[in-house]
């Protein structure tokens, strides 16, 4: 499992979890980052992913925009997770965008919320909404509460849910 810096220098790195079929990768891209991965789940039992991370404490937000993903058609979904340990089946927090399965290019986006609240559990969804690609997201914690968001604009905000 490859681990190591995403960019030089910010605190971030990236390893695979679970397992994946080839090694991922990440890079600084256009002032943004691009992930490739091989992994095929993050929302069942155990996930298979490529994942960049940056360890933390206590509250914080994270916002980002997605542009695209590069398979729609697979249902190929990016954005922020929230986890307690690198193990496949760890509790975490998701929200993330992209493709739902069996949706066409251009169709089918949408942003969703979730939690696995005990190691090895399914995720359960909290919540989910169609929405349209570029699409900003943001993910906050306060103590043990986390909030989701999306926004078309990344100025005015919509709350997804809490857990």
């Given at each position: 499992?490859?681990?190591?810096?995403?960019?030089?220098?910010?605190?971030?790195?990236?390893?695979?979890?679970?397992?994946?079929?080839?090694?991922?990768?990440?890079?600084g891209?256009?002032?943004?980052?691009?992930?490739?991965?091989?992994?095929?789940?993050?929302?069942?039992?155990?996930?298979?992913?490529?994942?960049?991370?940056?360890?933390?404490?206590?509250?914080?937000?994270?916002?980002?925009?997605?542009?695209d993903?590069?398979?729609?058609?697979?249902?190929?979904?990016?954005?922020?997770?929230?986890?307690?340990?690198?193990?496949?089946?760890?509790?975490?927090?998701?929200?993330?965008?992209?493709?739902?399965?069996?949706?066409?290019?251009?169709d089918?986006?949408?942003v969703f919320?979730?939690?696995?609240?005990?190691?090895?559990?399914?995720?359960?969804?909290?919540?989910?909404?169609?929405?349209?690609?570029?699409?900003?997201?943001?993910?906050a914690?306060?103590?043990?509460?986390?909030?989701?968001?999306?926004?078309?604009?990344?100025?005015?905000?919509?709350?997804?849910?809490?857990?």
């Amino acid at each position: 499992m490859p681990d190591g810096p995403v960019l030089p220098g910010s605190g971030w790195r990236s390893a695979d979890i679970g397992s994946v079929a080839e090694a991922g990768r990440a890079e600084g891209h256009d002032g943004g980052l691009r992930v490739l991965t091989s992994g095929t789940n993050l929302l069942g039992r155990e996930d298979s992913l490529h994942f960049v991370y940056r360890e933390f404490d206590g509250s914080g937000q994270w916002m980002g925009r997605v542009l695209d993903t590069e398979s729609r058609l697979t249902g190929t979904k990016v954005g922020f997770v929230i986890r307690e340990q690198l193990s496949s089946g760890a509790r975490q927090v998701v929200l993330l965008a992209g493709g739902a399965e069996g949706g066409e290019s251009g169709d089918g986006d949408a942003v969703f919320f979730g939690v696995r609240g005990a190691p090895g559990y399914s995720m359960g969804l909290v919540a989910e909404r169609p929405v349209r690609l570029p699409r900003w997201i943001k993910l906050a914690r306060s103590g043990s509460q986390f909030s989701a968001f999306t926004s078309g604009d990344g100025r005015k905000w919509t709350l997804l849910g809490r857990v």
